[in-house]
């Protein structure tokens, strides 16, 4: 009697001939729907809802990554996207660069990030049903451990599909109870219009804001926002069938559920219809959950509770999983256990998501704001964007100018704020820049730790010896992504027309975000012309970014 064949097993970390729509649809519900909400309502009952930017102007970062990085994954000979080190870089520092990102970003980066996205939806669970913020977060993390039982990167893609579906009928059902219970668009519109404060979507020249605005938009996007999808994105995009399918997948969901985007932010606007009283005792974040007792019935109140833990469990299942990646299939098995077999990888690697589970929700528990995480991860990244921009594009960035990078952004932020807390004449030269420059503390500390970042890595990298001619030859061969290589056959870059891509995007998103504005103050024709231009300027961006994708995958 023939034996019977062994089922295969899959890995947890990666898949493979993935479908645009089902990778572009996970990336999509795994972005910021949980937390951008609270931090808008937070900005709003401050008076500043220019201070969204922040978290807005980081598109300029994710318009340039979909021109220039998305589509050289495709062609980039690993599972998972640490491995990029080994294949790009050489000698004992890529090994070392390798095995310290395997463990700084799946146990310390990724976990902060997560910690941020426990303590939103743990502050919904307390709200809802009257418990402490420490008892919500408790609950998800009881959630989450028994999601990771089925979080594969092959099933995160999938239940991710199914997720959105019931996501967006949720929407759909809580906005109409929003118009019908607490006030229509036009009542809302009148009350932005009659508020005492001066709500603008733009900041005012002049100001701290603009100076902060400027900033966000010409600095930090490239400086601290790590733009080429080294990351959980990075990840999913590595599972497309082909680089048209990448485009796709980076461009075409944003297009489709930009109606349901327009409305999920419009729902923190109706915090300025609720009275102040109801919000006692909470902060700007927090008190986003009081739109929903006045809009919905009691028994009703599961809806909001399965409209936020939609989001939250792609949105943890999918950076548990990543982080996962690098402390299983990039730091244990490369340094720990070599010989493991595929049962013994995905054992681990259960038990390495349900530990990073653990950890971000024990950081959680002593956070007390969203935006505090973001602006720090902000912080201890300064200066390091640059690295990952050029190692794409320049044969001279070796592993010892990323490595440089990372633990200087690192050291660097702490002290700056230790010097500030404790040393008197710091803190008066500061104090002097601040004023005399018009900023606030964070654009300032932003700047300076770029500076003095990219001084460190810039220097590094010209006292230590270039990436071996061979692995340089093998990688700019192999991905052809153009740029300075000194070797042939490496590809082109077409940079204008990636450019020119990459300046629609950022036209077309800003664009997005006026809609949103015109749109909660009810002029109408002002919310269609925008809207209409952002349409238009996205599908163009989307056509052109095909165009160029299919030079380069020709050539």
């Not at 071996?468 to 056959?489: D, H, S, Y």
Request: hydrophobic share 50%.
């Amino acid at each position: 009697m023939p034996k019977k064949k062994k089922k295969s097993l899959k890995n947890l970390f990666y898949s493979s001939n993935e479908s645009w729509w089902i990778i572009g649809f996970s990336i999509f519900i795994s972005g910021g729907m949980l937390t951008n909400p609270q931090i808008i309502t937070s900005f709003l009952l401050k008076g500043n809802l220019e201070g969204m930017w922040i978290i807005w102007a980081g598109l300029t970062g994710v318009a340039f990554g979909k021109a220039f990085f998305a589509h050289l994954w495709k062609n980039v000979p690993v599972k998972t996207e640490n491995e990029l080190i080994l294949f790009r870089f050489s000698g004992k520092g890529a090994k070392i660069l390798h095995a310290f990102r395997s463990i700084y970003v799946g146990g310390i980066i990724a976990p902060l990030g997560l910690a941020m996205v426990f303590l939103a939806f743990g502050r919904i669970l307390a709200f809802l049903f009257d418990i402490s913020d420490h008892s919500g977060i408790i609950i998800s993390l009881i959630i989450v451990l028994i999601s990771t039982f089925f979080n594969s990167l092959r099933q995160r893609l999938r239940l991710d599909n199914i997720y959105l579906l019931f996501f967006i009928v949720i929407l759909i059902i809580l906005f109409s109870f929003l118009v019908k219970n607490i006030g229509s668009l036009h009542h809302l519109s009148q009350t932005i219009h009659n508020s005492s404060i001066q709500y603008r979507i733009l900041p005012k020249t002049g100001t701290k804001a603009f100076t902060a605005f400027l900033v966000f938009f010409l600095v930090q996007w490239w400086s601290a926002s790590i733009i080429d999808f080294p990351n959980l994105t990075g990840q999913k995009l590595m599972a497309a069938k082909k680089i048209s399918d990448i485009t796709k997948s980076v461009v075409l969901p944003s297009l489709l559920f930009s109606v349901f985007t327009l409305v999920l932010y419009t729902i923190p606007f109706y915090i300025l219809m609720i009275n102040p009283s109801v919000m006692k005792g909470l902060n700007g974040e927090e008190a986003f959950m009081t739109i929903f007792p006045k809009a919905l019935p009691d028994y009703l109140y599961f809806i909001v509770v399965l409209f936020f833990l939609l989001p939250f469990i792609t949105s943890v299942n999918s950076t548990q999983n990543w982080a996962g990646s690098l402390l299983v299939q990039n730091f244990y098995i490369y340094y720990i256990r070599k010989d493991a077999d595929e049962k013994h990888i995905n054992r681990t690697g259960l038990i390495v998501m349900i530990l990073i589970a653990i950890l971000s929700a024990t950081t959680a528990l002593f956070a007390d704001s969203i935006l505090g995480i973001i602006k720090y991860l902000f912080v201890i990244s300064a200066g390091v964007g640059p690295v990952f921009i050029l190692r794409w594009y320049w044969y001279r960035i070796n592993a010892w100018s990323q490595l440089s990078a990372m633990i200087s952004s690192l050291i660097y932020a702490n002290l700056y704020q230790i010097l500030y807390d404790n040393v008197a004449n710091f803190k008066i030269f500061i104090d002097n820049l601040l004023q005399r420059l018009n900023m606030d503390f964070y654009p300032l500390e932003l700047i300076l730790l770029t500076i003095a970042v990219c001084l460190t890595w810039l220097i590094v990298t010209f006292l230590t010896k270039p990436t071996n001619k061979n692995i340089i030859e093998r990688f700019a061969q192999t991905v052809k992504p153009g740029g300075c290589w000194n070797v042939n056959n490496c590809g082109k870059i077409y940079f204008w027309k990636r450019f020119a891509v990459a300046i629609i995007f950022v036209i077309s998103d800003f664009s997005f975000y006026i809609t949103v504005w015109h749109f909660v103050n009810g002029d109408y024709i002002l919310f269609g012309l925008f809207y209409i231009l952002y349409l238009v300027f996205k599908i163009v961006a989307y056509i052109r970014l095909n165009k160029v994708n299919n030079y380069y995958d020709k050539g």
